[in-house]
T-cell receptor
Framework: DSGVTQTPKHLITATGQRVTLRCSPRSGDLSVYWYQQSLDQGLQFLIQYYNGEERAKGNILERFSAQQFPDLHSELNLSSLELGDSALYFC??????????????FGPGTRLTVL | DQQVKQNSPSLSVQEGRISILNCDYT??????FLWYKKYPAEGPTFLIS?????DKNEDGRFTVFLNKSAKHLSLHIVPSQPGDSAVYFCAASGHSGAGSYQLTFGKGTKLSVIP
């Protein structure tokens, strides 16, 4: 158990809909990262927050947005969903942001299926 | 443009023998490398890492080798055990601005250790 929790575990929805994925980082971790893993793909970095502020952006679509709240939990919002958005979405957390050695602890993921 | 490549999607090894997982990278700015292990229905977990100033790091049955000139790293597992059966992701750390280091992941290699 990494200490990172994600809800829900599974989500099935229809195209055009909007969903929210939730992540609670490990106690004491200030950084939260979101990743997408599509079929046969590695983990694609989407976005990072550090202590409530956006720190870095990766390959995140404009239809997707995220935020980190004062209690440090984070939410990833996916809107106007398309079939291609079906994937595993992982949240990870780490203590630091600007550290070369950046071990990240991953949650179990949310499997999103768009029908 | 895939900056971290794991060219073998799968690998089967007999129990007790050596498992060698390979990873190539293209970005010379990467200066820290990590291996993560992932079981089904779980998030990736950190396994071992290596700094670019080293060429070898060992932790029990796991050894990572780095060849900077070839931009290549490998993970050796000796001896391999059935419990090592999992997907292994290679990741590289590089600065992405704003005091943040990001991880870039390969697509993973599925290791099967046959009893």
């Amino acid at each position: 158990d990494s200490g990172v929790t994600q809800t829900p575990k599974h989500l099935i929805t229809a195209t055009g809909q909007r969903v929210t994925l939730r992540c609670s980082p490990r106690s004491g971790d200030l950084s939260v990262y979101w990743y997408q893993q599509s079929l046969d793909q590695g983990l694609q970095f989407l976005i990072q927050y550090y202590n409530g502020e956006e720190r870095a952006k990766g390959n995140i679509l404009e239809r997707f947005s995220a935020q980190q709240f004062p209690d440090l939990h984070s939410e990833l919002n996916l809107s106007s969903l398309e079939l291609g958005d079906s994937a595993l979405y992982f949240c990870a957390s780490s203590v630091l942001s600007g550290a070369l050695y950046n071990e990240q602890f991953f949650g179990p993921g949310t499997r999103l299926t768009v029908l | 443009d895939q900056q971290v490549k794991q060219n073998s999607p799968s690998l089967s090894v007999q129990e007790g023998r050596i498992s060698i997982l390979n990873c190539d990278y293209t970005n010379s700015m990467f200066d820290y490398f990590l291996w993560y292990k992932k079981y089904p229905a779980e998030g990736p977990t950190f396994l071992i890492s290596i700094s670019s100033i080293k060429d070898k790091n060992e932790d029990g049955r796991f050894t990572v080798f780095l060849n900077k000139s070839a931009k290549h790293l490998s993970l050796h597992i000796v001896p391999s055990q059935p419990g090592d059966s999992a997907v292994y992701f290679c990741a590289a750390s590089g600065h992405s601005g704003a005091g943040s280091y990001q991880l870039t992941f390969g697509k993973g290699t599925k290791l099967s250790v046959i009893p």
